[in-house]
């Protein structure tokens, strides 16, 4: 087998040999009741390359990576690893392998420390007993290569979504694998954190390891892969390299259209009052950083940090979630302070919160209860809801905000991630709010959904609802909104205009390289 030769920092632009495949399939078809998953899908990848795999929600690449990884296994066609029939019977003996699949979902117990964690299965041992010190040693090498840096002996309940994804990738190296695929590996990460992950799979390229990175973020498939399989609806839909390897072309290959252009928008705050105002507000998690901030009524403000930096606490103490410790806070000139989520729903707040699944969505039931469940106290008679009612609110909520479900009664469920967060959406703009909060929201959604969702925000701000987001997603700041305001260890280090705004700027205020008084505080 030939080996690939790249230069010394990996650059996917060095000149190199293509090797044989690594890790092969051929034809691989998958059924589900009511459902052909897989259509004679091939895919190859190539010792020490970054293979991305693209694909709108539901085009199959889930079912994929589990066929690979032997989670799941195929009806039909076939697979190869270092040219040998590859048919593993469990996760477990494709790992052992050399083939480590990465979650989205992370996959961790959270009543175990992160080194118990990385060590699961394979610890080492003496007269029966676990050597604690090994495996410390072993997982804080582990989580070195990744950049992370606390302690290996923290339980992972206590970590943030960010480390705790940390710890699920540190997991996959330390298997030793020869090929690693990442499942939307970003999507809990910190732009930090972004950046030391890409400088691993840079550095695993480079000593010939075979990356299979998914991810729904177009510019991190730009900036890594040396090539890009897009699957449309269970299908090949192509394969892009070198100079096809574009923006256009992914969207193209996966929507089977151009992408549309970027709608234009303009902002300028009037004279009246601001929609929401913050004033020297004091979270619990980060009491002596006063917060000064104001949302202008149809005005879209994003809110830029690193993991930890106090942006989701803000939301959740303004839908009262939480409780501030100082400060004060007005909605349209009047004074707001909210006992709780019912309190600020009554006075016109709503928050979609960053995980839809565990605490935005009754992901067991239908998409009409889904969708009347914030304003159910309306449709009451006595201890019964008016379905009749309910019926009317969930269609009315689907013809508007385009939600695609074969019906009202579908589970909520078994939507793709973009359907379940207009969903969730659709359910808070039931309620008729000024001022929506969202926290991540596009994160676990595709291309094409996303920009269905910044279609629908930047509407809903047309018409006069203000937007307050957080995103982890810098291309998603600088397209969506007007104001980027960031966050640095729970204080507001400045904030930039669209007009000015750029990724360099964000970073060095998100890292606390320029920081800004709070005004009034």
Same mark, same amino acid.
């Given at each position: 087998?030939?080996?690939?030769?790249?230069?010394?920092?990996?650059?996917?632009?060095?000149?190199?040999?293509?090797?044989?495949?690594?890790?092969?399939?051929?034809?691989?078809?998958?059924?589900?009741?009511?459902?052909?998953?897989?259509?004679?899908?091939?895919?190859?990848?190539?010792?020490?390359?970054?293979?991305?795999?693209?694909?709108?929600?539901?085009?199959?690449?889930?079912?994929?990576?589990?066929?690979?990884?032997?989670?799941?296994?195929?009806?039909?066609?076939?697979?190869?690893?270092?040219?040998?029939?590859?048919?593993?019977?469990?996760?477990?003996?494709?790992?052992?392998?050399?083939?480590?699949?990465?979650?989205?979902?992370?996959?961790?117990?959270?009543?175990?420390?992160?080194? *118990?964690?990385?060590?699961? @299965?394979?610890?080492?041992? !003496?007269? &029966? %007993? /676990? +050597?604690?010190?090994?495996? =410390? $040693?072993? #997982?804080?090498?582990?989580?070195?290569?990744?950049?992370?840096?606390?302690?290996?002996?923290?339980?992972?309940?206590?970590?943030?979504?960010?480390?705790?994804?940390?710890?699920?990738?540190?997991?996959?190296?330390?298997?030793?694998?020869?090929?690693?695929?990442?499942?939307?590996?970003?999507?809990?990460?910190?732009?930090?954190?972004?950046?030391?992950?890409?400088?691993?799979?840079?550095?695993?390229?480079?000593?010939?390891?075979?990356?299979?990175?998914?991810?729904?973020?177009?510019?991190?498939?730009?900036?890594?892969?040396?090539?890009?399989?897009?699957?449309?609806?269970?299908?090949? *839909?192509?394969?892009?390299? @070198?100079?096809?390897?574009? !923006?256009? &072309? %992914? /969207? +193209?290959?996966?929507?089977? =259209? $151009?992408? #549309?252009?970027?709608?234009?928008?303009?902002?300028?705050?009037?004279?009246?009052?601001?929609?929401?105002?913050?004033?020297?507000?004091?979270?619990?998690?980060?009491?002596?950083?006063?917060?000064?901030?104001?949302?202008?009524?149809?005005?879209?403000?994003?809110?830029?940090?690193?993991?930890?930096?106090?942006?989701?606490?803000?939301?959740?103490?303004?839908?009262?979630?939480?409780?501030?410790?100082?400060?004060?806070?007005?909605?349209?000139?009047?004074?707001?302070?909210?006992?709780?989520?019912?309190?600020?729903?009554?006075?016109?707040?709503?928050?979609?919160?960053?995980?839809?699944?565990?605490?935005?969505?009754?992901?067991?039931?239908?998409? !009409?209860?889904? %969708?009347?469940?914030?304003?159910?106290? =309306?449709?009451?008679?006595?201890?019964?809801?008016?379905?009749?009612?309910?019926?009317?609110?969930?269609?009315?909520?689907?013809?508007?905000?385009?939600?695609?479900?074969?019906?009202?009664?579908?589970?909520?469920?078994?939507?793709?991630?973009?359907?379940?967060?207009?969903?969730?959406?659709?359910?808070?703009?039931?309620?008729?709010?000024?001022?929506?909060?969202?926290?991540?929201?596009?994160?676990?959604?595709?291309?094409?959904?996303?920009?269905?969702?910044?279609?629908?925000?930047?509407?809903?701000?047309?018409?006069?609802?203000?937007?307050?987001?957080?995103?982890?997603?810098?291309?998603?700041?600088?397209?969506?909104?007007?104001?980027?305001?960031?966050?640095?260890?729970?204080?507001?280090?400045?904030?930039?205009?669209?007009?000015?705004?750029?990724?360099?700027?964000?970073?060095?205020?998100?890292?606390?390289?320029?920081?800004?008084?709070?005004?009034?505080?």
């Amino acid at each position: 087998m030939t080996a690939t030769s790249l230069s010394p920092d990996g650059d996917r632009g060095a000149a190199r040999v293509l090797s044989a495949p690594l890790l092969s399939a051929h034809g691989l078809t998958r059924r589900f009741p009511g459902v052909l998953a897989l259509d004679r899908v091939d895919l190859e990848g190539r010792v020490g390359e970054v293979l991305a795999l693209v694909g709108e929600n539901g085009a199959g690449k889930s079912t994929l990576l589990k066929l690979l990884a032997g989670v799941d296994r195929p009806d039909s066609g076939e697979m190869q690893f270092e040219g040998a029939p590859w048919r593993p019977a469990t996760p477990r003996a494709a790992a052992s392998s050399g083939v480590a699949l990465v979650h989205q979902e992370l996959c961790l117990a959270e009543n175990l420390s992160a080194a *118990a964690n990385i060590a699961l @299965g394979r610890e080492p041992r !003496r007269f &029966g %007993l /676990v +050597k604690r010190a090994e495996v =410390r $040693e072993f #997982a804080r090498a582990a989580l070195d290569r990744v950049g992370a840096r606390f302690d290996p002996e923290s339980l992972v309940a206590t970590l943030s979504a960010g480390e705790r994804q940390l710890v699920e990738i540190a997991k996959g190296l330390a298997e030793e694998a020869r090929v690693l695929i990442l499942d939307e590996p970003t999507s809990s990460l910190t732009m930090r954190e972004t950046e030391r992950l890409f400088e691993v799979v840079r550095k695993l390229r480079s000593e010939g390891v075979l990356v299979i990175y998914v991810s729904h973020r177009l510019g991190e498939v730009l900036e890594l892969a040396d090539r890009a399989i897009v699957l449309r609806d269970g299908c090949n *839909a192509g394969m892009l390299e @070198g100079d096809t390897l574009t !923006r256009a &072309g %992914l /969207v +193209k290959s996966m929507v089977g =259209r $151009e992408e #549309a252009a970027v709608r234009g928008r303009s902002f300028e705050a009037g004279d009246g009052a601001a929609a929401l105002e913050l004033r020297a507000l004091r979270t619990e998690d980060w009491p002596a950083c006063p917060v000064n901030l104001a949302v202008a009524p149809g005005e879209i403000v994003g809110l830029a940090g690193l993991v930890g930096a106090g942006r989701t606490e803000l939301l959740e103490t303004i839908f009262g979630l939480r409780g501030a410790v100082g400060g004060t806070a007005q909605l349209a000139g009047q004074p707001f302070a909210p006992s709780g989520p019912r309190a600020a729903i009554a006075a016109g707040v709503a928050l979609v919160p960053e995980d839809r699944k565990e605490h935005g969505l009754l992901l067991d039931e239908p998409v !009409r209860a889904n %969708l009347a469940l914030a304003t159910l106290e =309306r449709r009451r008679r006595g201890p019964l809801v008016d379905a009749a009612a309910e019926r009317v609110v969930a269609e009315s909520a689907v013809a508007r905000l385009g939600i695609r479900t074969s019906t009202i009664e579908q589970i909520a469920g078994t939507l793709s991630g973009g359907n379940q967060q207009k969903v969730v959406i659709g359910r808070w703009l039931e309620t008729a709010p000024r001022v929506l909060l969202l926290d991540e929201p596009t994160r676990g959604v595709d291309v094409g959904a996303r920009e269905e969702l910044y279609a629908l925000l930047e509407d809903l701000a047309k018409a006069g609802l203000s937007v307050l987001f957080a995103s982890s997603d810098l291309e998603e700041l600088l397209r969506l909104a007007d104001r980027i305001v960031v966050m640095h260890e729970g204080a507001i280090a400045g904030e930039v205009l669209r007009s000015e705004a750029n990724e360099t700027r964000v970073m060095e205020l998100a890292t606390g390289g320029s920081t800004m008084e709070n005004k009034d505080a």
